[in-house]
């Protein structure tokens, strides 16, 4: 399998009003074609800032992120779409005016772009809230727009910060199911940033556990389960332990 | 129907009340609407004041001009203050003490800056529209949602991109309700200007109409007065409602 995704000795430090924070220290990892990777890790760690970098959105200070064989530089939303925890809705546009705005500023025709984000909302399971304003759709249907939006590019690559963060219990584990499904239909590779277990268990095929900051790769396990994959199983239940125990460490470090 | 029958009602009573009061009031000072109506007569036909074509057109070119200067002056300085972060938080401050001073303080000075013509009158209504509208845009400014930013950039969108179809939509009706507001104080401005001392224009008409105890002309005036005050926020919510569907 090519990597897809490269990232080599990638540190970035913020300067706060209590003193310079490393957020990232050191960090590097490859992602393949078609791959499912999760970063996980606890809260504050750097995975977003990992994210920010890959997308372009937050400039490196050391070594090099290269996506697609091209070194990042900035946004490029032909490559590289990304979902954040905020779905970050536009309010004064309805659903499929929000997942066509990618293309809109990509200067796609708009009968064009109107068809590809009317396309998508029969999978996304949002065919009857296509005139909808985002205040009038409930938290896991605003995440879902926010996903399409993201899919309407077609983009090779998918980032997902959180994506599920701010949702309920119940609703996470529906959406966990829905966008692996999405996923093993649209074939994307996906990095996705969570701080659950039970979601980089459920849905990666790798796992990346970060350190608690200054961030780095603590370790990485291929996971070549089956989907559907279940919980009970003696080997999930067994990788589950090893996780935490890995993760555990971090996030006590990360409470001090 | 109910709306327009509830209105009609309360005009009606207002009418009546104001027709009784006038005819129980020495008849130099109050005038009942019945007495209103042949001098709003003479007035339009242009019997009592024949320069009121004249002053109409002087006081409504005093308006424009105030208002565009202050369309002008508000927004460039609003988005001067609202996006560079070190020259709003230095100077915005200044600018809402400074609105909340009574703009009736500066106007003697102004009359002694720029005569008694109509440059005063334009500079005082400037004065009044100018705060609304640059503090709308330093509010609406505020108003957007920094990650709304965030996934525009992440989208491709450059600075450019990022004004028209995030900062704007998202600010606007807070900016259009300040351009209106801006609009009303440059009118209201403009004829307490005329008011406080002119040669020309509706308030010197009004002026003298009053100080001559022609009350019925005064009343007169003051409704036609009132229709231009009326027809300029009609033609401003027309523009609201206008820049409502450019949005979308």
Known sequence: MSDLIVIEGVSKRYVTSSGPVDALRDVSLSVGVGEFCTLLGPSGCGKSTLLGILGGLVPADAGRAVVDGRPVDGPDPRRVATVFQDPGLFPWRTTVENVEFGLELQGVPAQRRRRVATDLLGP????????????????????????????????????????????????RVLMGEWLLDIWRRTRKTVIFVTHSLHEALFLSTRVAVMTARPGRIKAALDLTMEYPRSMESAEMVALRAKLWSEIREESLRAMR | MTVLGLRLGL?????????????????????????VLPSLRDLVLLRSYPDLPASLWLTIREIATAYALAVAAGLGCGFMLGMHRLIGGAWGPMLAALYAVPAVVWYPSLMLFFGLGAASKIAFGFLLGFFPIALAVLAGIRQVNPQLVVVARAYGAGTVTVFRK?????????????????????????????????????????????GLLRTG?????????????????????????RACRWTE
């Open chain 2, 166 to 210: 995030v900062m704007l939509p998202a600010m606007l009706f807070t900016l259009v309700g300040g351009l209106r507001t801006g609009l009303a104080l440059c009118v209201i401005g403009v004829v307490v200007g005329e008011i406080l001392g002119s040669k020309a224009g509706m308030g010197a008409l009004i002026n003298h109409a009053y």
């Open chain 2, 217 to 241: 002309d005064y009343v007169a005036l003051v409704l036609v007065t009132l229709a231009l005050v009326v027809g300029s926020d009609a033609l401003a919510s027309q523009l609201e409602r």
């Open chain 2, 11 to 35: 005009l009606a009573l207002l009418l009546a009340a104001w027709e009784i009061a006038g005819r129980m009031m020495n008849p130099l000072l109050g005038v009942p609407p019945s007495a």
């Open chain 1, 124 to 171: 996304l399971g949002l065919r009857d809230f296509a005139a909808k304003y985002p205040r009038e759709l409930s938290g896991g249907m605003r995440q879902r727009v926010a996903i399409g939006r993201a899919l309407a590019l077609d983009a090779k690559i998918l980032l997902m910060d959180e994506p599920f963060g701010a949702l309920d219990e119940q609703t």
